[in-house]
DNA sequence: TAGATTGTTAATCGATTAACAATC
DNA sequence: TAGATTGTTAATCGATTAACAATC
């Protein structure tokens, strides 16, 4: 289905028109024209246009863009229809929240083992799911081939655990380790989710936004 | 300290510019030429210079850059030894997670308060610290006027609650929930760390990546 | 048909990279 | 001093915006 080779940009904004899409779906919209859309996302109509023409012409000269088939399509694009097989390392607290809190399915995903280190967690259950002791990982990898892995882990055990998956096949690292994974294996997808770089940005612009403005000193 | 506007691209490289100073610190590394600073990162060495300029000459001409006083510099700019009090909204999962995992005294924050609409979970502890009903939310801001809040909360709720919240003098949101908070306020700074969008691209990107490989069937 | 809105090309803007003079 | 590496200007590249012809 895609066309040339599509920038990083585009990609990136992606799901933001899927969410949008889908709230206006909920909504009851039948059709958005990209002016429209642009004054609720914030963005130029212009760029709606050009990023939604990378994958073709989803729209109709005149009337706009019919909303359920429009995020169908982007659906589609993201392959949010698949079935791929995610093992989740790591369950620690943000490694729980992320079993519990994503609905996977929604996104192409179906969540099939999680594994642990600190083998007192063997046999506990998350999500209905009981925790595997890291030993296990190998042969798991071995017998069920997972796609993905979601890394939960501290910064020390990531680089390891990386070259094991990727030995196991594993192709796509959703990564919240402070371990950047390089993109040593081109093959390989990664998004890495640096949680407390996101903070130390919001850091900086809270900061930097009120320097205009005499703050009312709180006494 | 602050030159000029810095451009929001440069602003968000700087937390991994503190990360890895941090790791070469831990290394014992005294001294990093931008050269190879750049081999480590996976970027050109000009634009590590051309960033570290925007805020002054950190480094010494045939010397490089000295690690410890850098990472130092790079913190303040990010405002990383304050002390701002920040709040959580949603004792969920996710909110949970975030109250343990994040060690927020390193980054200029301090938690002073969490908060759920869900009163049954009322005075049960996390992190140490008891959730308050979100009745108390508004007396809550005026007594102790929170600089920052944590948004780990459904969609619906979100637009009413920063309402609330800039109304007791919230200025800036790190907001996990679904809703994409308007610029509206323009001295409010946020981010947004939408981590099913983060999915979304990663579910992408490893069906593109593998599309010149013959993928092996496994059956 | 006339009006609206897309698809697409061209113009602008900003960010990255390259080059080199300044200087430790 | 000679070598190394920064700070900074200029060149390139890519992404965004504007404009408009195509067309529903």
Redesign the pocket.
């Known amino acids: 289905m895609q066309e040339k080779n599509i920038?990083?940009?585009?990609i990136r904004r992606l799901p933001r028109y899927y969410r949008f899409l889908g709230e206006l779906l909920k909504e009851g919209a039948e059709k958005?024209?990209?002016?429209e859309l642009s004054e609720r996302m914030r963005?130029?109509?212009?760029?709606i246009?050009?990023d939604?023409?990378c994958f073709?012409?989803?729209?109709?000269?005149?009337?706009?863009?019919n909303v359920s088939e429009l995020r169908e399509q982007i659906g589609a694009i993201l392959h949010l229809d698949d079935a791929r097989t995610v093992i989740l390392i790591g369950a620690g607290n943000l490694g729980r929240a992320v079993a519990v809190h994503i609905d996977f399915e929604r996104y192409g995903c179906r969540l099939v083992g999680i594994f642990d280190r600190d083998d007192t967690l063997t046999g506990e259950s998350i999500a209905g799911m009981r925790i595997r002791s890291a030993d296990e990982l190998r042969a798991f990898c071995a017998a069920e081939h997972p796609a993905m892995a979601i890394l939960c882990i501290p910064r020390d055990g990531a680089e390891d655990v990386v070259k094991t998956l990727i030995g196991g096949g594993v192709r796509a690292f959703w990564n919240f380790s402070h371990y950047d994974i390089h993109a040593d294996y081109p093959e390989t997808a990664v998004e890495n989710v640096h949680l407390t770089d996101s903070l130390m940005i919001l850091s900086y612009l809270m900061e930097e936004n009120g320097e205009t403005e005499d703050d009312t000193v709180t006494n």
């Open positions: 920038s990083k940009s585009v958005i024209s990209s002016r963005l130029t109509a212009s760029q246009r050009q939604l023409n073709g012409g989803f729209g109709q000269q005149g009337y706009g863009y």
